[in-house]
């Protein structure tokens, strides 16, 4: 019973349709719908930007969607306008069954910083509360599924393995963006860092 779930962002922007969508973004639905129902502990992830959000490329004259800037933390990829506070585009898909959750952590609320992982900011180093969270109630196994594989996924399991969890990725409930190759990118990153990475559809939590 000290293993979890954490879905990312399984929200409408990321989907087919959205403002960022993921390719395929809703296959997964299936999947991750049959995961939450099976695991012990199930925590979600909710991108909430505020509008005019330093990540946008709307709130840097001159730059395109997926253009790169430098901000205060380091590189940042700008993005379109998306999951934005309130509106339907940041809502959980509707096709999620998420009423078991236990606890959703909103990230990217902060309007000069933007948050990829569950555990930190971009910074690094400012701290959502999940970790302290999961180790105040024994939880030491994480598995990761939702969007996107290469962003947001990637960068939460790669946290909670330097945080010392036992971390592992369900890929098959997973899809990822791909921008200049960033799923080799991150995935080797994940295997350096002792993540597991699961292939094979799964179902349940790990014995």
Known sequence: ????????????????????????????????????????HVI??????????????????????????TMPYGQ???WPDHCIQGTSGADFHDSLDWIRAELIVRKGFRPEIDSYSAFFENDRTTP???????????ISKLAFCGLALDYCVAYSALDAAKLGFEAR??????????????????????Q???????????NGRQN
């Open 192 to 202: 350096d860092a002792g993540v597991t990475l699961v292939q094979e559809s799964f």
């Open 44 to 69: 979600l992830t909710q991108d909430w930007h505020p509008a005019g959000h330093s990540s946008f490329a709307s709130a840097h004259p001159g730059t395109k969607p997926f253009d790169s800037t």
């Open 1 to 40: 019973m000290n293993e979890a779930l954490i879905v990312i962002d399984v929200q409408n922007d990321f989907c087919p349709g959205g403002a960022l969508a993921v390719t395929d973004g809703d296959s997964i639905l299936p999947q991750v719908n049959r995961l939450i129902a099976e695991f012990p």
């Open 169 to 190: 990725v369900l890929v098959s409930a997973c899809r990822g963006i791909d921008l200049g190759g960033s799923v080799a990118t991150m995935t080797a990153q994940m």
């Open 76 to 78: 940042q990829t700008l």
């Open 128 to 138: 959502t509360g999940l970790g302290g969270y999961l180790k105040e109630r024994g």
